[in-house]
């Protein structure tokens, strides 16, 4: 997923019209009443950066009335630029948060009681990125030469830890530059000489501005990494399972409808995204859907909210080797499927 902090200049104006604007809606489905509607839990579900076209299950879900079909009302909330992660989250003051498996096991590492309820992310978007001229073709290929990366945390970091492990490489074999959240520039600009991306975005930015680049995955094989899912806490789980399968459905049908229709995915993140119904906008909007998709999908396109076992295990025990964890996190009560159809 995009960075969650600057992923577009003034953010703090786009969280400001999005507040005002498009935060919510009061849509109701056919087979509802006002009066049934306005009795269903309302939760608020964490976006964790500004309005992009990456939430459009979300805004499509409420247009639609697929939350309230699904027995729920949820509030869309997209996190401030400077916000922390979970914050809301273990503050009350959410009850859903959308963010990395990976993340999620970090933060039980510090005793934050979090759960995924359901997969978003059917597959890890992170990236070596390389100029299209560069001569390194290969992860190995990356000895010696410099790595930037936004910093040493979240899912850019956690992605590269994965990529050297492949190349057969440490942190001692390669320079690692923080660079912010300035890949476009350090990269076109030669300052270093890949970077660590994401797929649907800083790959998509890139060809956005012409600059020609090649995408190096971090695994061969399977990433040991879990991506984006949709995350709460241990006790709103334990009190409120319905309202969590609820969303979950909620957030599983607008995926599938995103899939099926992108084009009105589009038309509908209108209305949540400022600027969005400009040309150029659109453009750079599509771009980003399109590479988004199959993220959301198996290898055989369907949709499907489940988590794996054993890739919970394998994270597990990759993230304690690197220590990203100080001790292997239990991944059993960090997930459940207990709460999909």
């Known amino acids: 997923m995009i960075n969650r902090r600057t992923f577009l200049a003034g953010a703090t104006t786009a969280l400001a019209l999005a507040a005002t604007g498009c935060a919510t809606s009061t849509a109701t489905t056919p087979s509802q009443s006002p009066t049934a509607a306005a009795s269903l839990a309302t939760p608020t579900i964490g976006l964790t950066y500004i309005p992009n076209v990456q939430f459009s299950p979300f805004y499509v879900a409420e247009t639609d009335g697929k939350f309230t079909a699904a027995g729920v009302k949820p509030t869309l909330r997209h996190h401030g630029a400077s916000e922390g992660l979970f914050?809301?989250?273990?503050?009350?003051?959410?009850?859903?948060?959308?963010?990395?498996?990976?993340e999620l096991l970090q933060a039980r590492s510090t005793d934050l009681e979090l759960v995924a309820v359901s997969a978003?992310?059917?597959?890890?978007?992170?990236?070596?990125?390389?100029?299209?001229?560069?001569?390194?073709?290969?992860?190995?290929?990356?000895?010696?030469?410099?790595?930037?990366?936004?910093?040493?945390?979240?899912?850019?970091?956690?992605?590269?830890?994965?990529?050297?492990?492949?190349?057969?490489?440490?942190?001692?074999?390669?320079?690692?530059?923080?660079?912010?959240?300035?890949?476009?520039?350090?990269?076109?600009?030669?300052?270093?000489?890949?970077?660590?991306?994401?797929?649907?975005?800083?790959?998509?930015?890139?060809?956005?501005?012409?600059?020609?680049?090649?995408?190096?995955?971090?695994?061969d094989g399977e990433v040991p990494l879990v991506g984006i899912c949709l995350i709460t806490t241990a006790t709103y789980a334990k009190e409120n399972p319905t309202a969590v399968k609820a969303v979950a459905a909620g957030m599983l049908a607008g995926i599938g409808a995103v899939v099926a229709d992108p084009d009105r995915a589009l038309s509908v993140s209108a209305d949540y995204v400022p600027g969005l119904s400009a040309a150029a906008a659109q453009a750079s909007a599509k771009a980003t859907l399109t590479a988004t998709l199959p993220l959301w999908t198996g290898p055989d396109g369907t949709v499907d909210?489940?988590?794996?076992?054993?890739?919970w295990s394998s994270m597990a025990e990759f993230?304690?080797?690197?220590?990203?964890?100080?001790?292997?996190?239990?991944?059993?009560?960090?997930?459940?499927?207990a709460f999909l159809g």
């Open 305 to 311: 909210g489940h988590l794996d076992a054993a890739q």
């Open 319 to 337: 993230m304690a080797a690197k220590g990203l964890t100080a001790a292997k996190v239990d991944p059993t009560p960090a997930f459940s499927n």
């Open 87 to 102: 914050t809301a989250l273990a503050a009350g003051e959410e009850q859903f948060v959308i963010a990395g498996g990976d």
């Open 120 to 219: 978003y992310y059917r597959s890890y978007p992170v990236v070596i990125i390389v100029p299209a001229d560069s001569g390194i073709t290969t992860l190995a290929g990356l000895k010696g030469r410099s790595i930037g990366v936004p910093g040493k945390y979240g899912e850019s970091w956690f992605g590269l830890q994965v990529a050297l492990q492949t190349a057969g490489l440490t942190a001692a074999d390669v320079t690692i530059q923080e660079i912010g959240y300035t890949q476009q520039a350090a990269l076109s600009t030669r300052k270093v000489d890949a970077i660590v991306g994401f797929s649907n975005n800083d790959s998509v930015q890139f060809a956005q501005a012409g600059f020609a680049t090649r995408d190096l995955p971090i695994a």
